[in-house]
């Protein structure tokens, strides 16, 4: 499907739900980041940085993410 490249129907069947409700979900999914909700997913805390970001963030004082 999404990471597979399996079709829905297929995918739905392992699942053991209706191809319908599954091609929902990931339409929702693709349109907004999540597949239980009809509103947009927020924008995480703490995610991902731009490379300015983490770049200021190391100038401050902070650890760069993923440095040990």
């Given at each position: 499907m999404?990471?597979?490249g399996k079709p829905i129907p297929e995918v739905a069947e392992e699942?053991?739900?209706h191809p319908g409700t599954l091609h929902?979900?990931?339409s929702r999914w693709r349109r907004n980041g999540?597949?239980?909700s009809d509103h947009p997913a927020p924008?995480?805390?703490g995610g991902r940085?731009?490379?300015a970001a983490s770049t200021?963030?190391?100038a401050s004082g902070g650890s760069?993410?993923?440095s040990a």
């Open positions: 999404i990471e597979t699942l053991g739900v929902s979900w990931v999540s597949a239980s924008a995480a805390s940085r731009t490379a200021a963030h190391a760069a993410a993923g």
